[in-house]
């Protein structure tokens, strides 16, 4: 398996602009996680997704964030407007679920900087 | 909400000896923990797990201890080699899938 896939891996970005964030999680995991990551605030669960239905969203920080997972294999992570704040490191987990699997498989992270 | 911690934020250790990192948690309803390894530019990678119901579980060359009491998890990494250095997290969660961060221990292996 080629694991939790992550598009880009890099975004340099200006203030105000529109970034979206792509991942294709583990075929078979039915769980998927977007999550941040800073020096000052650790890993930081933003959402997560059950069968592509959207479970928790209360980790997302505001209005301008935004995730969407159309089907089984695919969800974005849209900012609109950015902001030199939301500048982190980016990830995507995937879980299989079900009792005994709730292990989270990481991608690899989009480096996202606003400037 | 509740916090896991690491008691530590760095460990140097030299090759080929063992390796102890620790992490407190919280909340004492937690019952399933999870150690990750984390090296430069990439994701967090697992490690092992263990659930409340354990005080031990072994893998290769790590072994994860629970103690509920103290609400105390730790990782013991055997003969200690120059790939694993990184920074270790340890997560928790109680029924769902909202796992919990530590801070993150880094370890530097010395040859």
């Known amino acids: 398996d080629a694991g939790v896939i992550q598009s880009p891996r890099h975004e340099v970005t200006e203030m105000g602009q529109e970034v979206t964030l792509r991942c294709k999680p583990i075929s078979g995991h039915d769980y998927l996680f977007w999550y941040r990551q800073t020096m000052m605030r650790g890993l930081e669960l933003l959402i997560y997704?059950?069968?592509?239905?959207?479970?928790?969203d209360s980790g997302m920080p505001e209005d301008r964030f935004s995730a969407k997972m159309p089907n089984a294999s695919f969800s974005t992570l849209k900012i609109q407007p950015s902001e030199p704040r939301d500048s982190a490191v980016y990830f995507c987990a995937s879980s299989p679920g079900g009792a005994g699997t709730d292990t989270q498989y990481f991608g690899p992270g989009t480096r996202l900087t606003v400037l | 909400g509740e916090s896991v911690g690491l008691h530590l934020p760095t460990l140097s250790v030299q090759e080929g000896d063992n390796s102890i990192i620790n992490c407190a948690y919280s909340?004492?309803?937690?019952?399933?923990f999870i150690w990750y390894k984390q090296e430069s530019g990439k994701g967090p990678q697992f490690i092992i797990d263990?659930?409340?119901?354990?005080d031990k579980r072994q893998g290769q060359r790590v072994t994860v201890l629970l103690n509920k009491t103290v609400k105390h998890l730790s990782l013991q990494i055997a003969a200690t080699q120059p790939g694993d250095s990184a920074v270790y997290f340890c997560a928790e969660t109680h029924n769902d899938y909202k796992l919990s961060f530590g801070a993150g221990t880094t370890v530097t292996v010395r040859a």
């Open positions: 997704f059950n069968n592509n239905v959207p479970i928790d």
């Open positions: 909340n004492s309803a937690s019952d399933y």
């Open positions: 263990i659930r409340s119901n354990m």
